[in-house]
């Protein structure tokens, strides 16, 4: 049986090591960009990550400081946003936060309350991919247990090889559904961050329409809905309006 479990151990690591060595390594080169004082190169390479897919409460966290550096406060403001859904509770990001709040134009007076829903999946803690990786595992697991339940002609072994391969079934199977709902969670977009130093905002999605007010850089909104390049948008005490696609990004 040990060298059975080794067998696992060792291509549930490879699975790993092979799915995120080079992430990593990217990963690490920003942090030493970072380091170094090159905090634009360091920025660029942060978010080609997060243009991938990648994500993480250390990927935003460093963006958002990266950002910061650079005088990126939209940017800084909206990484830092990203890595407080992962982490609601984190007093550095909500430090962070709370001291570029300061910075921008535009004071929201709506208070941010934080849903019962949300403190269940940062209790999580860990990424959608975390959890398919440990759903494969689990699965692999419950073949080969299977594999000894039917070639083993010891009845003690039949019983151990049946009894595994079914609970690591199931377990696989709630692990799958926990990525999924995880996974739907991340990636719900209700808000976003204006990223240009001003935005007016219109009566409709359509740019010769009257402008509804004005916003700067940084300032978080709620998305209301959508039409082709335009969102409509509500800030602060239920003022609407419509801007530009390219003047927010989704948190």
């Known amino acids: 049986m040990n060298w059975l479990i080794s067998l696992l151990i060792l291509i549930f690591c490879s699975f790993n090591g092979i799915a995120s060595y080079q992430n990593q390594a990217h990963f690490i080169s920003a942090n030493q960009l970072y380091n170094a004082g090159d905090y634009d190169t360091s920025l ?19 963006a958002g400081n990266a950002a910061y550096q650079v005088k990126k406060i939209g940017k800084s403001i909206l990484y830092f946003e990203k890595a407080k859904k992962l982490d609601p509770s984190n007093g550095d990001v909500i430090h962070n936060l709370t001291l570029l709040n300061k910075l921008i134009l535009d004071k929201n007076t709506a208070v941010n309350k934080s849903k019962a829903y949300d403190r269940i999946m940062s209790a999580l803690s860990r990424s959608p991919n975390y959890w398919s990786w440990s759903a494969i595992f689990l699965s692999v697991i419950s073949m080969v247990c ?72 940084g300032s978080k909104v709620e998305l209301k809905s959508s039409n082709k390049d335009w969102y409509e948008v509500i800030y602060s005490d239920g003022k609407i309006g419509w801007l530009n696609k390219d003047d927010i990004r989704e948190i």
């Not at 660029?44 to 460093?62: C, D, V």
């Open 44 to 62: 660029l390479q942060y978010e080609n990550l997060i243009e991938k897919g990648i994500f993480s409460f250390e990927l935003y966290f460093n």
């Open 146 to 217: 299977f594999v000894l339940y039917q070639l083993s002609r010891s009845k003690r072994h039949q019983k151990i090889g049946f009894m595994l391969g079914s609970f690591s079934l199931v377990l696989s199977v709630f692990v799958l559904v926990l990525a999924v709902v995880q996974y739907n969670y991340f990636s719900t977009i209700n808000s976003g961050v204006i990223i240009k130093p001003s935005v007016t905002l219109k009566i409709a999605p359509n740019s010769d329409e009257s402008s509804a007010f004005i916003l700067h850089e």
